[in-house]
T-cell receptor, first 118, second 116 residues
Framework: AQKVTQAQTEISVVEKEDVTLDCVYE???????LFWYKQPPSGELVFLIR??????QNEISGRYSWNFQKSTSSFNFTITASQVVDSAVYFC???????????????FGKGTLLTVNP | ETGVTQTPRHLVMGMTNKKSLKCEQH?????MYWYKQSAKKPLELMFV???????ENNSVPSRFSPECPNSSHLFLHLHTLQPEDSALYLC???????????????FGPGTRLTVL
């Protein structure tokens, strides 16, 4: 069974600090996708990034960066120079083949609540 | 309107009521999903529709009844719910209903449901 573990339940930082959110996954699939979503207090899950299992290049988007390490089954997310608006719950998710290979089911971690204090 | 919208945003209902949640996607996608998000639990997938056909019912009680009249609209009909059904119900959509490996799901803002 596929599994996503976000060991950090809550993290609290002061504005401008860098913060890394950890994600460890388990899967038997050789082809899979990893995702990060942000859920602000409004409730909507906002898509941040998708990474496939064959692409281990790290990615940077503004203050956000992602470190995919297949050897350790980790897909960590770093926010540089955090801001109050970054306060949210962040979810890591793993896709698996659906029944018959149609569509892809997301297995979510339990999420990490990030609080950025001014 | 853009993206995925859900109505109502908040709903309070008694256990004997019948209500419906509505989801609409404006992204031209072919697949739609219902998720349940309870406190302290991971998101739980409830239903998946691909090209208006139900692909999966993830062991959801029959008091939840989905309906997908077309690829842009998804409903969740509720009847005789229990207090433990109180949760945030999220709708999502994705591009390809045919098994693409690149599907990304885009979520709506959710309906906060309270069952008294």
């Amino acid at each position: 069974a596929q599994k996503v573990t976000q060991a950090q339940t809550e993290i609290s930082v002061v504005e401008k600090e860098d913060v890394t959110l950890d994600c460890v996954y388990e899967t038997r699939d050789t082809t899979y996708y990893l995702f990060w979503y942000k859920q602000p207090p409004s409730g909507e899950l906002v898509f941040l990034i998708r990474r496939n299992s064959f692409d281990e290049q790290n990615e940077i988007s503004g203050r956000y960066s992602w470190n995919f390490q297949k050897s350790t089954s980790s897909f960590n997310f770093t926010i540089t120079a955090s801001q109050v608006v970054d306060s949210a719950v962040y979810f890591c998710a793993l896709s698996e083949a659906w029944s018959g290979g149609s569509n892809y089911k997301l297995t979510f971690g339990k999420g990490t609540l990030l609080t950025v204090n001014p | 309107e853009t993206g995925v919208t859900q109505t109502p945003r908040h709903l309070v209902m008694g256990m004997t009521n019948k209500k419906s949640l509505k989801c609409e996607q404006h992204l031209g996608h072919n697949a739609m999903y219902w998720y349940k998000q309870s406190a302290k639990k991971p998101l739980e997938l409830m239903f998946v529709y691909s090209l208006e056909e139900r692909v999966e019912n993830n062991s959801v009680p029959s008091r939840f009844s989905p309906e997908c009249p077309n690829s842009s609209h998804l409903f969740l009909h509720l009847h005789t719910l229990q207090p433990e059904d109180s949760a945030l119900y999220l709708c999502a959509s994705s591009q390809d209903g045919g098994g693409s490996t690149t599907d990304t799901q885009y979520f709506g803002p959710g309906t906060r449901l309270t069952v008294l």
